[in-house]
């Protein structure tokens, strides 16, 4: 990469691949043993390459980021399938008609903190969610309603996965590997949030807790929104009790019920 006021030596890649087209027309320059590398989706995209293709996924967000300064995050985790109040009536079980008042108070709470971060120039405090619908689209939207921008990390998923409404263009992300997206999840991260959920939510309250529990990372506020629903799937205690995890182990997280609540814990430990 070139720095600023220094001339450049050589051309950028897509100068490169143009100037790769400007040939005669042969059995051998049609050929795709002939494109360069970096040109050929087909080489890209072969099993040797995958270790490549990690790396991309990346780099890719953590350049987009870095050039728009985002220094640290607010990350919302929960569930796709949590309808928002409006549409409640159209869930498909009673349970998630119930759960519906956690997308209000995700998208408050989502609002609260893009209030923050605009504080900072969108610096601090910046909304990211898996990008998809339920919790996270009322996270994408209450940071909409707030005037500011959020960030969307989507995956590709046979369903329920395409980018909400509310995520911002520019930090509209889409991952292939499970692994680098919960890496872009939890690398900016000031504080944590697990809205109700299913097997996604709980592998990425695990995988936070783990790498706590492990101090792979650093402890933060992580905030279990819903106490009755959490307690109710797992029992914390009984796993303290057994002795699989230390009685430390369960003070990781708190438990809260309203997005003030959660921002004033993470005012606190600001």
């Known amino acids: 990469m070139a720095k600023k006021g220094v ?3 050589f051309p950028k890649a897509d100068e490169d691949i143009k100037l790769s087209r400007v040939v005669e027309d042969t059995p051998q320059t049609r ?7 970096f040109a050929d989706n087909e080489f890209l995209c072969r099993d040797e390459l995958r270790p490549i293709r990690l790396q991309l996924e990346l780099l890719k967000t953590e350049m987009a980021l870095t050039e728009a300064n985002v220094e640290s995050t607010i990350v919302m985790f929960g569930g796709a399938r949590i309808p ?22 995700a998208q408050e709470f989502a609002r609260i903190c893009t209030e923050k971060s605009m504080e900072t120039d969108g610096r ?8 998809g619908p339920g919790v996270m689209e009322a996270g994408n939207r209450g940071a909409e309603d707030a005037g500011g921008k959020s960030i969307g990390l ?23 590997y499970f692994a680098i997206r919960k890496m872009h999840f939890l690398m ?3 504080a944590i ?6 097997f996604g939510t709980l592998d990425e309250l695990f995988e936070t807790l783990t790498l706590i529990q492990t101090q792979r990372m650093n402890e933060m506020p992580v905030l279990l929104f819903g106490k009755e629903f959490w ?10 009790d057994a002795g699989t995890i230390s009685p430390e182990d369960i003070k990781l997280f708190k438990f809260v019920e309203t997005a003030q609540e959660a921002w004033q814990i993470i005012a606190d430990t600001a």
Do not use: M, W
Request: glycine share 6%; charged share 25%.
């Open 193 to 198: 949030t697990v809205f109700p959920g299913g």
């Open 124 to 131: 601090e405090y910046v909304v990211c969610t898996g990008g």
């Open 188 to 190: 900016r991260a000031r």
């Open 7 to 9: 001339e450049r030596r």
């Open 231 to 240: 307690t109710r799937i797992i029992d914390f205690d009984a796993l303290s």
């Open 84 to 105: 928002s109040p409006e549409n409640k009536d159209k869930a498909r079980t009673k349970t998630l008609e119930g759960l519906s008042k956690y997308y209000a108070e």
């Open 31 to 37: 050929h795709p043993a002939y494109a360069l590398a």
């Open 154 to 176: 989507n995956i590709v998923l046979p369903h329920e996965q395409a980018p909400n409404q509310y995520v911002t263009p520019e930090f509209s992300f889409n991952f292939h």
